[in-house]
């Protein structure tokens, strides 16, 4: 008789892979699809950016595994973008980590602070590569929802409080939220503050979209707020604000007592960050001139708004920061997977499904991506979507 390996680890049970991938597969080429389904954007990375990699390549320098835990020009480059985003000082040397993208950083932080059968509050919806690298790191969800209140995403705090037990160990959360668009509140926040100091509980933020506000909201870093200054641990990138998604630059940015822990995973399962990206990385963070970050954010936000025109008297909920926003597609009588093969066979519009993003809202939403279209391609989307699945 043959033997066979033993089945795979209990904690990958249930972690479902992207259905971003399937979608852009069946979209293919075509130059009439509206391209809504992939968190991309063709507005370019700070020319500063890509000079510093240009000139990167064949040195030496960037083409070495050391240092370990990043380049000590960009480590102090990150810890002042945090600490002047926060107001919390930050020490480039033991408090700062460079990565090899924000996502690295995220699933390094959760293997440093949880052991399996811990548990984990994150928001309902939540980007699906946050709530597997939970799972992948052993650790339990607990969904907190978002509710719809007056067209926009608004926290449940009272379901936030019935969410935390004895068991929790991080609270995990993105603002704005992927994929909702959902932007946290100060009381939001001051609640999240309360519970974190009351319970010695982490809050990992993944702060890879924090400055794409919209409507003239402001920023608030959560370190900024009484009782989570020792308690946040900030993971940021260029990825998404500096529009350089390829680079693979991250960083995390915390209290000193668990950073060298973090630090521990990070040398042990990446190594080291990307070498010839960090030059590029560098120069995007101390560009004098802003790197081009408000008038990115301007651009999404027209996008954003020529979207929400174009569905309106449909059922989706109002985006106040982020790349995207749900259409609830349940409302039109379609699951999301279902709505998603509708959207793009009739309409020409390629959207991920939500299916495995959340609990309550989940399987009923798809996502709309409006970072990578003009706008003048997005004019028309209303009609594109009433074809497929309005009648």
Same mark, same amino acid.
């Given at each position: 008789m043959t033997a066979h390996p033993d089945p795979p680890a209990p904690r990958l049970g249930g972690v479902e892979g992207f259905s971003i991938d399937r979608v852009a597969q069946a979209a293919g080429a075509d130059a009439e699809i509206l391209r809504l389904e992939n968190l991309d954007t063709e507005i370019p990375p700070p020319a500063c950016a890509v000079a510093a990699t240009r000139d990167a390549v064949g040195r030496d320098d960037a083409n070495s595994y050391l240092p370990f835990l990043g380049r000590d020009e960009l480590r102090t480059a990150a810890a002042?973008?945090?600490?002047? =985003?926060?107001?919390?000082?930050?020490d480039p040397a033991g408090q700062t980590i460079i990565t090899a993208g924000g996502t690295e950083g995220l699933l390094n932080a959760l293997l440093a602070l949880i052991e399996p059968g811990d548990e984990v509050v994150v928001t309902d919806p939540t980007y699906a590569g946050m709530l597997y690298r939970v799972r992948v790191a052993g650790g339990v969800t607990r969904f907190v929802p978002f509710v719809a209140a007056g067209g926009r995403w608004v926290l449940d705090l009272q379901r936030f409080h019935e969410a935390v037990t004895d068991r929790t160990r991080v609270i995990f959360l993105m603002n704005p939220s992927i994929p909702s668009g959902a932007v946290m509140t100060r009381e939001d926040w001051e609640a999240v503050a309360r519970v974190c100091e009351e319970r010695g509980i $982490? =809050?990992?933020?993944?702060?890879?979209?924090?400055?794409i506000l919209y409507d003239g909201r402001d920023h608030i870093h959560p370190a900024s707020v009484d009782g989570l200054g020792e308690r946040t641990?900030?993971?940021?990138?260029?990825?998404?604000?500096?529009?350089?998604?390829? $680079?693979?630059? +991250? $960083?995390?940015?915390g209290p000193a007592p668990i950073m060298d822990r973090i630090g521990l995973v990070s040398i042990y399962?990446?190594?080291?960050?990307?070498?010839?990206s960090?030059?590029?990385? /560098?120069?995007?963070?101390?560009?004098?001139? +802003?790197?081009g970050v408000e008038e990115a954010v301007a651009t999404w936000e027209r996008r954003r708004d020529t979207v929400q025109a174009e569905l309106s008297g449909l059922p989706f909920v109002r985006s106040d920061g982020g790349w995207s926003l749900l =259409?609830?597609? +349940?409302? =039109?009588?379609?699951?999301?997977?279902?709505?998603?093969?509708l959207l793009l066979e009739k309409g020409k519009v390629a959207a991920t499904p939500m299916t495995h993003w959340g609990e309550e809202n989940a399987g009923q939403f798809v996502? /709309?991506?409006?970072?990578?279209?003009?706008?003048?391609?997005?004019?028309?989307?209303?009609?594109?979507?009433?074809r497929a699945l309005a009648g």
């Open positions: 002042g973008h945090v600490s002047r =985003l926060s107001g919390v000082p930050y $982490w =809050l990992l933020y993944n702060a890879a979209m924090e400055r641990i900030t993971v940021g990138s260029v990825s998404k604000e500096y529009r350089m998604i390829g $680079w693979r630059v +991250g $960083w995390v940015v399962n990446v190594v080291t960050p990307v070498g010839l960090q030059p590029g990385a /560098l120069a995007a963070l101390t560009d004098p001139a +802003g790197a =259409l609830d597609t +349940g409302r =039109l009588g379609f699951g999301g997977a279902e709505a998603s093969r996502r /709309l991506v409006f970072s990578n279209e003009p706008e003048a391609r997005l004019e028309g989307l209303g009609e594109r979507v009433r």
